[in-house]
């Protein structure tokens, strides 16, 4: 007898997020017309951005395990809009509720050798690394890995931060106390053409789909700009893809994974980093795409089909960071543009504090 497919939640279930950010705003946003409710858990969840938008917010520390136990006994499942959600959380939740995606994800996403090494394991390439816990091992790294390079924190680093170029005059004893940590990566510069990404689902059926590839422009290590469809060769857009698809297959993932990736001058496509989790890259898909990736996202945890990937129309995505949202009445004024705010009270230099979608032509062969 043919295995039954598994059954999504019904409608009026309640989805749980970790992290009360815009990541979980969105999603919280695009559970709604599937009939889901969402109840936000983050020790900074009250009036944040998804807390604003969603049905429940609980305001508790990461280990307040008596308000882990009061918020499972609320939810139907639990995901995460971000990775640094500590595994004893997860772990104490998982023995309660189903955790899509589930902890290995999360083990290998939170910390950047754990990253390029399980990339390496599944046949796909990286930038040459060195993993770095003292001053002597960075040496030793820096031998082996070259200059220009650069020293990360393997854990907590985001949009830039955690990060210290290193060149032939950088005095390596004063870059290791910067850092100030003793777990790190050094990692040699990739002289690379295009940054691309590509946001991949997998459903509890185990069904795959990737959106389109995503052309990335960063500035100060914060993205700026993404651009679909990437302007790439077939066969670097596949490598792309294929490196999605191995990834989310091998990380047992259901709900979404972003991969960033370089494309170096001889076509090689390099993983970068890795997010179990809807990614600022995929913002486009909300006006240029027939299914969002927060809508995927919410399908793919719920046990739903996932939906089409197909391209509506050339779009990009611009970041409005800090005082650019004050610039928001000018992109209201264009057809051609949609603007999404976080809900976040106060700007600030590096903040991100939304989007704007915006079409750039009719899809070509339409």
Known sequence: MAPQPPKPLPAN???????????????????????????????????GPAAQVSAAATSAAWDDWAALDAFAKTVDVVTYEFENVPMATVDYLMRRVPVRPGPMALEVAQHRVEEKSFARDQGLETAHYWGVTT??????????????????????????????????????????DDLGSDDAILERMVRFTTEVSVIAARGLDGEIACFPVTENSHEDGI??????????????????????????????????????????????????????????SGHWTQNGCATSQFEQFVRAVTGLPLGPTDILFET???????????????????????????????????RKMGHVNRRLSLRRGS
């Open 223 to 280: 993205l700026r700009r993404s651009v679909v469809p990437a302007q790439i060769p077939d066969g670097v857009a596949e490598a792309a893809r294929h490196a999605a698809e191995t990834l989310i297959e091998a990380l047992d993932i259901v709900g979404l994974l972003a991969v960033e990736m370089f494309v170096t001058e001889e076509g090689e496509v390099l993983v970068n980093e890795v997010a179990p989790r809807p990614h600022n």
């Open 135 to 176: 001053l002597d091992e960075l040496i030793d790294g820096l031998a082996a890995v070259g200059v220009p390079s650069i020293l990360k924190t393997c854990r907590l680093g985001y949009d830039g931060k955690g990060q210290i170029r290193i060149d032939m005059d950088t005095s390596l004893s004063k870059v290791w």
């Open 316 to 350: 990009e995505m611009l970041n409005l960071i800090g005082d650019d949202v004050d610039a928001v009445p000018g992109h209201l004024r264009d057809p051609a543009a949609h603007v999404h705010l976080y809900g976040k009270a106060e700007s600030r230099p590096g």
């Open 13 to 47: 279930a309640t989805i749980g997020i970790l992290g009360g950010g815009q990541l979980g705003r969105m999603t919280a946003l695009a559970a709604a017309p599937l009939g889901y409710r969402c109840h936000i858990y983050d020790p900074d969840a009250a009036g």
